[in-house]
């Protein structure tokens, strides 16, 4: 049967030899592909001037649904979805030029592993922490995850931080 060569951007395999390889790398699919891949990662002032350059999709404004999706080369974002848009690049222009307007200080995630290892550390072994480490604790929100973790959607739920009254548990005596 012989090699074949997957495409992780086309989500495609086919029998690799170089007439074969060449045609999928200049194909026009390929390229789409590749392309949707990279505008997952754009930030949010690139992706407003290209829809600002575009004219609405008619098609995606009269039945909200267009046939050529993502590869459609006319915009089908809203004015409210732009508005939305300039707020977010707003927010990150000012939290990115006064340190004050952070929510919360910016912590390494190097930082917090140290301090995370130490507390276990000090828990394991049975000793009470230093004073030092009860007042930077007393300083933090409950919850001792990075505020940039919290951001990421669809963590898994061991990765989520507790409810404010902690975890709800019965307690069920009935074994066996």
């Known amino acids: 049967m012989g090699k074949r060569y997957y495409c992780d951007y086309c989500d495609r395999s086919f029998q690799d030899n170089m007439h ?3 045609k ?4 026009v699919q390929h390229h789409r592909s590749k392309k949707a891949w990279f505008d997952n990662f754009r930030d949010a002032a690139a ?25 459609c080369r006319f915009s089908h974002m809203s004015e ?23 929510a919360s200080p910016e912590r390494s995630i190097e930082e917090w592993l140290t301090r995370r ?10 000793s009470v922490l230093k004073e030092e ?6 300083n933090q929100p409950e919850n001792d995850i990075p505020p940039h973790f919290l951001t990421i959607p669809d963590l898994p739920p061991s990765l989520l931080p507790p409810p404010p009254g902690g975890w709800k548990v019965k307690v069920r005596t009935e074994w066996g």
């Not at 732009?82 to 939290?95: A, F, K």
Request: net charge negative; glycine share 6%.
């Open 20 to 22: 074969n390889r060449k």
């Open 24 to 27: 999928h790398l200049y194909g």
């Open 47 to 71: 992706i407003l001037y290209d829809e600002q350059t575009k004219k609405p999709c008619r098609k995606f404004l009269q039945t909200g649904q267009c046939v050529f999706g993502n590869n």
């Open 80 to 102: 409210r979805d732009m508005e939305n848009l300039r707020m977010q690049i707003e927010d990150e222009r000012r939290s990115r030029e006064d340190p004050e307007h952070r």
């Open 117 to 126: 290892e130490k507390k276990r550390a000090a828990l394991s072994s049975g």
């Open 133 to 138: 480490d009860e007042e930077d604790e007393n």
